[in-house]
DNA sequence: GTGCCCTGCTGAATCGGATCAGCAAGGGAA
DNA sequence: TTCCCTTGCTGATCCGATTCAGCAGGGCAC
């Protein structure tokens, strides 16, 4: 039924020449290697009359190169929203003719090393470590067998090895800087973490957002007025920890530490019969889709999911073809957690193309162009 | 640095044998090839030793199966919530020792007929072709030189090739039982597709799902009480139609063919001051993470992405084992839409053991774990 | 004429494991 | 003693590319 695969001896048989000038010639070393044009062109031809491809498996062997890298993360690749860190990964790769093997972790140490053997073992050219969110993880040494990239996340040790991550704590700043642009300055509130240091456990983006902010409201002299610590940011906590914060302040502005728990602050301010943005306005972080659905529309700084997965891809690509991490600093790559601007913070000229448009646009820079929000299911 | 791989040579060596013997016993295939115990215990030992690992490039090359499975989306390994798709498939794949090779086409025939024969010069033992929403495709022809199932659609043509779907006419149907159940008779509505034939352009589910609706409707002789069909099932357009909608009827129960559209829906009935479900209940498709998360919770028939995915291996698997399909009848497995009861449905016993607990009884019967729901960012 | 270089190719090894065919030693039957 | 069968292993080939080393033959210089 499927006809054999064609294989390079039977195009260099079928163009008359030994199998090495057809390698050659089909390689583009013809010149290089003292292949007459002739031949160059009589394999080519065959070649295509054959409607030959080279088996990569093959090629692998002999070259130890299989154009293949491998993608492990934790449970990233199938959350709801961050399938975008694939997204740009798989768009990267292919950019460069690799492709993807992927697989998580479900968080199980076990399982990520023998993942990773798993992968080493079918000669993946590299390998892309990726985490659900910002944290430090113990580098196997197993790792050490290729080349590898941190993908939202930093090693335990001082392994040198790199890491992309956001640019957490500039967003914060962002975040801040948002706030004070568009006239607040006291009132200004946090849920989700909390100076004093409640928050979700061993979560970097935590700790870096909260650094941000506090470092832009410190240079303008200016205290929270309160802010409550949630140990998991979801809805429910969002719309708890606000009810809290409500009876015992009254926010001008709240910086939730993510959309959902934004999505739960919306409804305790809706129950409290406060008005966004006119009463209170809300920014948070992350970009959920959610965050564009909400009435009114979150104004929030985006998790680059699509550039983070690219360029970890990016990385490792320039660490396969021999660029080496020149110096330490160059170890952890950030890229900027854009800003989204929409109707949540108060006097902030919301981008009138709407969202279509904001993403639209961020293509042109480097940004993942829209889809997710426009598929039918 | 990274000190060579150990190679079966070497491990023959150790033992003292010749690389024959060290494979027969190390591919438990010693007794059958009369290795004595003795041999093939040191054998073992040798291996272990030296840490040796098979390289699974050089066996696929010689066998011609790469443990390795492609993995070939339109645009769904990014999308949002449809990651569990990829989920599915991977822990089935893992199962069965066998790794995922991921690409997207991003719906670009060339590209995927690209990423085709990439993935079958890399040896891949077989192909999943898998859709955003349930269509038909067009299979190109170097698809069959692997076995191959599509996920979430159907063969243009009538080739003889296995398609995993939801079973999209049934959960119709159970939508259609559930208000039926409730109490439910006049007043009940259509929010996205119509049954003058208004939805989605080539959206099989949109027919589907109204078919099933129809069919128990008609069977207890009820009519729908309205209907108003949108060209995409966003938040956007279930708050437009269901404006529109209730400018004429006053309906008791609505039907989205969605949860984004319910979203929206839930908006236009908050607009008009009607209480869900005490003055309507509302019930939709997919389960999308929004519908635990939005007040009062959705009621909902799940998109089982999970299981798509896995029971999609788990099909090509059996074919790659020799199993054929049996028949006709055999080409097209539907995979059942469960039913999230929760809060949206008057009068249904919600499960007050909560979402949590409903998606954990979920997976006792080979359902998903909630993950996506209860991880940090 | 002979030594040397240049052109244009080919032979054979190699990557690492799977597997078929075969071979020596030992035992039992005729 | 001869023949055959079983046991327990090994040699050699194969998978399909890449690539190094080498080899004819022609031209040119001295």
Same mark, same amino acid.
């Given at each position: 039924?499927?006809?054999?695969? *064609?294989?390079?001896? @039977?195009?260099?048989?079928?163009?008359?020449?030994?199998?090495?000038?057809?390698?050659?010639a089909l390689?583009?070393?013809?010149?290089?290697m003292?292949i007459?044009p002739?031949?160059e062109?009589?394999?080519?031809?065959?070649?295509?009359?054959?409607?030959?491809?080279?088996?990569?498996?093959?090629?692998?062997?002999r070259?130890?190169?299989?154009?293949?890298?491998?993608?492990?993360s934790?449970?990233?690749?199938?959350t709801?929203f961050?399938g975008?860190?694939?997204w740009?990964?798989?768009? @990267?790769?292919?950019e460069?003719d690799? =492709?993807?093997?992927?697989a998580?972790?479900?968080?199980?140490?076990?399982l990520?090393?023998?993942?990773?053997?798993?992968?080493?073992?079918?000669?993946?050219?590299?390998?892309?470590?990726?985490?659900?969110?910002?944290?430090?993880?113990a580098?196997p040494?197993?790792?050490?067998?290729?080349?590898?990239?941190?993908l939202?996340?930093f090693?335990?040790?001082?392994?040198?090895?790199?890491?992309?991550?956001?640019d957490?704590?500039?967003?914060?700043? /962002?975040?801040?800087?948002?706030?004070l642009?568009?006239?607040?300055?006291?009132?200004?509130c946090?849920?989700?973490?909390s100076?004093?240091?409640?928050?979700?456990?061993?979560?970097?983006?935590?700790?870096?957002?909260?650094?941000g902010?506090?470092s832009?409201?410190?240079? &303008? %002299?200016?205290d929270? &007025?309160?802010a409550?610590?949630?140990?998991?940011?979801?809805?429910? @906590?969002?719309l708890?920890a606000?009810r809290?914060?409500?009876?015992?302040?009254?926010?001008?502005?709240l910086?939730?530490?993510?959309?959902?728990?934004?999505?739960?602050?919306?409804?305790a301010?809706?129950?409290a019969?406060?008005?966004?943005?006119?009463?209170?306005?809300?920014i948070s972080?992350?970009?959920?889709?959610?965050?564009?659905w909400?009435?009114?529309? =979150?104004?929030?700084v985006?998790?680059?999911?699509y550039?983070?997965?690219?360029?970890?891809? @990016?990385? =490792?690509?320039?660490q396969?073809?021999?660029?080496?991490?020149?110096?330490?600093? %160059?170890?952890?790559r950030?890229?900027?957690?854009?800003? %989204?601007?929409?109707?949540s /913070?108060?006097?902030?000229a919301?981008?009138?193309?709407?969202?279509?448009?904001?993403?639209?646009a961020?293509k =042109? *820079?480097?940004a993942a162009?829209?889809?997710a929000h426009?598929?039918?299911?």
């Open positions: 039924m499927a006809k054999k695969r *064609v294989t390079l001896a @039977q195009v260099a048989h079928a163009a008359g020449v030994s199998q090495t000038a057809a390698s050659y390689a583009g070393r013809a010149a290089e003292r007459s002739e031949v062109a009589r394999v080519r031809r065959a070649a295509r009359d054959a409607g030959y491809r080279p088996n990569a498996v093959s090629r692998s062997l070259t130890g190169s299989s154009q293949t890298v491998g993608f492990i934790d449970t990233v690749a199938t709801a961050a975008h860190l694939i740009g990964a798989l768009d @990267q790769a292919r460069r690799h =492709l993807l093997l992927i998580e972790t479900e968080g199980d140490p076990q990520e090393r023998e993942l990773m053997t798993a992968m080493l073992d079918r000669g993946v050219d590299g390998l892309i470590i990726a985490s659900m969110y910002t944290r430090a993880i580098v040494p197993v790792l050490m067998e290729a080349p590898a990239v941190l939202n996340a090693p335990v040790g001082d392994e040198m090895i790199c890491s992309v991550v956001p957490e704590r500039e967003a914060g700043c /962002v975040v801040a800087r948002t706030l642009a568009s006239g607040h300055a006291d009132g200004i946090l849920i989700g973490a100076p004093r240091g409640e928050g979700p456990q061993g979560s970097l983006a935590s700790v870096q957002r909260l650094e902010i506090l832009v409201l410190h240079a &303008a %002299r200016i929270v &007025a309160g409550v610590g949630c140990a998991d940011w979801q809805p429910a @906590q969002g708890e606000t809290r914060l409500l009876a015992e302040v009254t926010p001008s502005a910086i939730c530490f993510n959309d959902r728990l934004a999505f739960g602050a919306y409804q301010l809706a129950d019969g406060l008005e966004v943005p006119d009463d209170v306005s809300v972080f992350d970009d959920d889709p959610l965050a564009s909400i009435r009114p529309s =979150l104004t929030t985006a998790l680059p999911h550039e983070l997965g690219a360029a970890a891809v @990016q990385v =490792l690509m320039d396969l073809e021999g660029r080496p991490q020149e110096s330490a600093e %160059r170890l952890v950030r890229i900027t957690m854009p800003l %989204r601007v929409r109707e /913070v108060r006097g902030l919301h981008d009138s193309a709407g969202d279509a448009a904001a993403r639209g961020g =042109l *820079v480097g162009p829209a889809r426009t598929t039918v299911q």
